[in-house]
């Protein structure tokens, strides 16, 4: 699904950044922009993001 509209990136590209080392909202924007025109994007890709981190955590912490 398209999270932000204005430059295109969908939830999958959100899960990607994650996997790759994204931890945070400021990131994702520098990383694909998405959340850096309109805004309105941002509170569902945190979300987004958030949900992705979070089980990555709980792997690195565990090994």
């Not at 899960?15 to 924007?29: H, I, Q, T, V, Y």
């Not at 949900?51 to 090994?63: Q, R, T």
């Amino acid at each position: 699904m398209y999270v932000c509209l204005c430059h295109g990136i969908t939830d999958s590209e959100i899960r990607d950044a994650a996997d790759s080392g994204c931890a945070g909202m400021s990131e994702l924007m520098m990383r694909t922009g998405c959340g850096s025109s309109c805004g309105s994007c941002i509170e569902t890709a945190t979300g987004i993001l958030s949900e992705a981190v979070a089980p990555l955590s709980v792997v690195n912490e565990a090994a």
